[in-house]
Antibody
Framework: EVQLLESGGDLVQPGGSLRLSCAAS????????MSWVRQAPGKGLEWVSG????????YYADSVKGRFTISRDNSKNMLYLQMNSLRAEDTAVYYC???????????????WGRGTLVIVSS | DIQMTQSPSFVSASIGDKVTITCRAS??????LAWYQQRPGKAPNLLIY???TSQSGVPSRFSGSGSGTDFTLTISSLQPEDFATYFC??????????FGQGTRLEIK
């Protein structure tokens, strides 16, 4: 089955760290760019970070640059998001999303996971 | 960053109505635009990419158009399952991929 399954969301204190994981199955994971997109409660969608499939080039939104690190393990079909120095405004459901096309990233997202909730609060 | 502005933010319509949602980019993005549908409690679902290309499996009542800064999503005849929130997204400007604020479509 073609799917993405996120895990790792939790309640964490401001300034803390968390690592999200996304397990991919049913498609050629290494061929596709992948992204993390988040949605704060009752709000819209915000792209957080992306990583190319071919050479692992990484991209970040300004709001998380220097605090979050995206990575992937193509041998395990896994995507990760290491989140440090967390702030209250990072509270959101975090979705893992697959790029529509193989090869270079086009940044259209045709497969999404169910999301994992991160709450940053003391 | 490229800002994406959707209008309206909220629309109320009836089954069978035609609905048009617009999305305006703060600068030209060629045709690097996607539309997503999101039902409550669910992940977004890709409807349209490259401004006017329908994703596989999407009903033909959904169509997209536009280029440059102005884009539209049209639902030709609303069905009960179409009542949801719709987002546009520009894919022209890495590393700043941005979404519109969303348009909530509700039953009148």
């Amino acid at each position: 089955e073609v799917q993405l399954l996120e895990s790792g969301g939790d309640l964490v204190q401001p300034g803390g760290s968390l690592r999200l994981s996304c397990a991919a199955s049913g498609f050629s994971f290494s061929s596709h760019a992948m992204s993390w997109v988040r949605q704060a409660p009752g709000k819209g969608l915000e792209w957080v970070s992306g990583i190319s499939g071919s050479d692992g080039t990484t991209y970040y939104a300004d709001s998380v640059k220097g605090r979050f690190t995206i990575s992937r393990d193509n041998s395990k079909n896994m995507l990760y998001l290491q989140m440090n120095s967390l702030r209250a405004e990072d509270t959101a459901v975090y979705y893992c999303a697959k790029d529509l096309f193989a090869a270079r990233g086009h940044w259209y997202f045709d497969l999404w996971g169910r999301g994992t909730l991160v709450i940053v609060s003391s | 960053d490229i800002q994406m502005t959707q209008s309206p933010s909220f629309v109320s319509a009836s089954i069978g109505d035609k609905v048009t949602i617009t999305c305006r980019a703060s600068q030209g993005i060629s045709n690097y635009l996607a539309w997503y549908q999101q039902r409550p409690g669910k992940a977004p679902n890709l409807l349209i990419y490259a401004a006017s290309t329908s994703q596989s499996g999407v009903p033909s009542r959904f169509s997209g158009s536009g280029s440059g800064t102005d884009f539209t999503l049209t639902i030709s005849s609303l069905q009960p399952e179409d009542f949801a929130t719709y987002f546009c997204q520009q894919a022209n400007s890495l590393p700043s991929i941005t979404f519109g604020q969303g348009t909530r479509l509700e039953i009148k």
